[in-house]
Structures are given as structure tokens and as C-alpha cells.
């Protein structure tokens, strides 16, 4: 019986790919948006980083394409300029609670990728406290493990 679970869990997930998963995108393009206006100015290194982390993830690039995707993040920061904003961008990304572990942490480590480009400010740590809370994801535990060096 798990294996014919397995396989309709996977057509599921395939058809939400190619129909574009909404729930999904906003709530990597608000978590990118909360952390790149955390400090006040938005730097084209960190849009560029959260345009490129969106189309990385393999469920998005088949449902968005890049233009798609620079409007849902233009519209997140947008948003994200204003305290109301901010809460509705949280929202989205709360929407995304009851997926799957990895899609969560994804759209974590996009956001924690956006925040390091000189360095996480203080500012941008808080921002990622809140997404942390909002997608039921260990905070510490993904910092910890994307800066740990692999070892050879």
C-alpha cells in the first residue's frame, strides 16, 4: 500500500510542478523580500541571489519563468517595505508550515543565502528568526550546517 501512497505523492507533486505551485514561490520570494529589506536598502547581489535560488529549486522551474519570478519577488519587497507588509509576507511564508521538510528548509537556506552577502547583520538575523518560527525549521541547526567546511 506505501508503495502505490509513494507514487500518487509523486504525480501529485509533479503535476503541482508543471501547473506552478503558488504557495510555494510566495513563500520563497517573501522570505527572500523580509530578509533583503531587514537592513534597509536592497542590493542587486542579494536580488540576484534570490532570483537564482527561486529558479534553482526544481519544482518552480518547471511551473515560472524567470519574468514570473522577478515579478513575485519585486511584488514581496514591495511589500516588505512596510511593517503590514512584512506580516503578510510572514503569512506566506506560514502557509508553507504543512510541506514537506526539505521544501521549508529550502526556502530557509534561499533566505539565509540572500541575508550573507557581507556577513548576517544583527537585522537580518532577526528576520530569520521569524521565518524560522514561521516555517517550523531549526534555525541554528541549518546556519550550523551550511557554514560547517566539508572535509576531505
Request: charged residues 25%; proline residues 2%; without cysteine.
Amino acid at each position: 500500500m506505501s508503495l502505490v501512497a509513494d507514487f500518487l505523492t509523486r504525480v501529485a507533486r509533479a503535476v503541482t510542478a508543471y501547473a506552478g505551485d503558488e504557495t510555494l514561490i510566495q513563500g520563497a520570494v517573501s522570505a527572500a523580500a523580509n530578509v533583503m529589506v531587514a537592513d534597509g536598502e536592497v542590493a542587486s547581489e542579494e536580488f540576484e541571489t534570490a532570483l537564482t535560488g527561486v529558479l534553482a529549486s526544481p519544482i518552480l522551474e518547471k511551473g515560472y519563468d524567470a519574468l514570473m519570478v522577478e515579478e513575485a519577488l519585486y511584488e514581496a519587497i514591495g511589500r516588505a517595505r512596510t511593517r503590514a507588509g512584512r506580516a503578510d509576507n510572514l503569512r506566506r511564508i506560514s502557509a508553507m508550515a504543512g510541506r514537506p521538510g526539505d521544501q521549508r528548509e529550502s526556502v530557509f537556506l534561499l533566505a539565509a543565502d540572500v541575508a550573507d552577502h557581507d556577513g548576517i547583520a544583527e537585522i537580518e538575523h532577526a528576520a530569520l528568526t521569524e521565518i524560522a518560527a514561521a516555517l517550523i525549521v531549526d534555525r541554528d541547526r541549518l546556519l550550523d550546517a551550511v557554514a560547517a567546511k566539508p572535509t576531505r
